[in-house]
């Protein structure tokens, strides 16, 4: 059996979130599609791209910036999805579109001096910590809304949200679950601020139970671009 080629992988993985979407009693297009490409080349993100792909997903800044600049002409949303060092927060506000792993106050406070008048407000996410997993990025559930006014006080940046990357689960009813935790934080944050409109959360293993959660968008890294 040939090895499936990315456009057969792109076709299989929306296919999986109409499916997802319908099951879940929810419209098709409330769920949306992140390209998680770090560790992968420029050229594959380009294929993808010219398939109708907008957003992509980058965890290390200097492997980021090298394909930002090499699909300088192709229209892409970049994403910045793993941890942030102090040290790189100027480049990350200066040639992303979004932040999904904002996490503490020095950061907000970082990314918004540091966020070019010319670009507009950044739009960013919380990531929480779910399972309080000492080794991973992300506040305490209990502390996400004080960091939501640290952020939503920064002109130069924009709340849309929140992220997390929960401990993996084996059953389907416990992956819905957590996700439903995450959305118990987001409704909360929603009720104050109205305009966020984003959660991030479930990956290529497990969108489905994400997209049952409430998830908005799907971060899907594997199933597009094949093993890293």
């Known amino acids: 059996m040939?090895?499936?080629?990315?456009?057969?992988?792109?076709?299989?993985?929306?296919?999986?979130?109409?499916?997802?979407?319908?099951?879940?009693?929810r419209p098709a297009d409330s769920i949306h599609l992140l390209a998680v490409s770090k560790k992968k080349p420029a050229a594959a993100?380009?294929?993808?791209?010219?398939?109708?792909?907008?957003?992509?997903?980058?965890?290390?800044?200097?492997?980021?910036?090298?394909?930002?600049?090499?699909?300088?002409?192709?229209?892409?949303?970049?994403?910045?999805?793993?941890?942030?060092?102090?040290?790189?927060?100027?480049?990350i506000a200066e040639r992303f579109d979004w932040v999904q792993s904002v996490d503490r106050p020095k950061v907000v406070r970082r990314l918004a001096d540091q966020r070019p008048d010319t670009l507009g407000p950044l739009d960013v996410l919380i990531q929480i910590n779910l399972d309080d997993e000492p080794r991973k990025s992300g506040c305490a559930p209990e502390d996400a809304a004080a960091l939501a006014e640290h952020i939503v006080d920064c002109p130069m940046l924009r709340l849309r949200g929140v992220m997390a990357i929960p401990a993996p689960r084996e059953a389907f009813s416990d992956q819905v679950a957590v996700v439903e935790r995450l959305h118990g934080i987001f409704e909360d944050l929603q009720r104050q601020w109205p305009a966020i409109d984003t959660l991030s959360a479930g990956m290529s293993g497990d969108l489905e139970a994400a997209v049952a959660g409430g998830s908005t968008l799907v971060r899907v890294g594997t199933d597009l671009f094949g093993p890293r």
Do not use: C, M
């Open 2 to 25: 040939s090895t499936p080629n990315i456009a057969e992988r792109f076709a299989s993985v929306q296919h999986r979130l109409r499916s997802a979407a319908e099951s879940a009693g």
């Open 45 to 91: 993100i380009r294929s993808l791209a010219e398939l109708g792909q907008r957003a992509f997903g980058e965890s290390y800044v200097d492997e980021a910036l090298d394909k930002i600049e090499a699909l300088s002409d192709l229209r892409i949303q970049w994403h910045f999805i793993g941890p942030i060092q102090s040290n790189k927060t100027r480049a």
